[in-house]
């Protein structure tokens, strides 16, 4: 009996971690980055995803130093935790993301170069404090965004100032703000929150006795 043709979509289990190559380009075949697949590739600079990459695992390019980049299709709809943590050459992050995007804890985690994310879509199912422990300094929140997580931005310390548009309903406890002192969670003193009055945004302030300049 004929053996039956392999499934036409691939999971990437491991890059070399000692390849010399700076860029690498992720064949159209694969759906699914494993978990750790890039973890330590010490050159690796640049990935270009396929527009039909569904899964980035756990740890995926935890560890990747000079990555500078990572620009996420909307076709992904699973980020795992960690994914890009200690990657510490990472200046953007930019996610497509739709409502069926699920992301886990921490996948910026002490990337301390980090200066623009953009805000994806997310499922309500995400785990807060995705983007906690971060060198964020700038983010950029599209207007199809109705609600940012709890703890979402939690103890991002360079985060001086978000703008936060009229789309967003629902900003979820200690999201924007908050940073972790000796032993407990404080309030940033410099942080602003900028948006329009009566807005989610100057609530979330309020409530939370925040800077808040209306635009």
């Keep these: 009996q004929d053996l039956q043709p392999l499934p036409a979509q691939l999971f990437l289990v491991r890059y070399p971690v000692c390849k010399s190559a700076t860029k690498y380009t992720i064949p159209a075949s694969v759906k699914s980055i494993g978990t750790g697949a890039f973890m330590g590739a010490q050159n690796l600079k640049k990935v270009v995803y396929n527009k039909s990459i569904k899964k980035i695992g756990e740890w995926a390019f935890d560890s990747c130093p000079k990555l500078r980049a990572a620009i996420i299709p909307k076709s992904v709809t699973y980020i795992g935790s960690e994914a890009f943590e200690e990657c ?33 879509l997310m499922s309500e199912k995400s785990i807060p404090e995705e983007f906690a422990g971060s060198g964020i300094k700038s983010i950029i929140i599209t207007k199809n965004i109705k609600s940012i997580p709890d703890g979402c931005f939690l103890d991002c310390k360079k985060l001086s100032s978000v703008t936060v548009p009229c789309s967003v309903e629902k900003i979820g406890k200690q999201a924007f703000g908050y940073i972790w002192g000796d032993y407990v969670i404080e309030k940033d003193k410099n942080f602003e929150l900028k948006g329009k009055k009566g807005s989610a945004a100057e609530k979330y302030a309020k409530a939370n006795k925040l800077k808040f300049k209306a635009i």
């Design 88 to 120: 510490t050459e990472l200046s953007k992050l930019r996610i497509s993301g739709s409502s069926k995007l699920f992301i886990g804890y921490h996948i910026v985690y002490k990337c301390k170069s980090l200066k623009e994310l953009t805000m994806p």
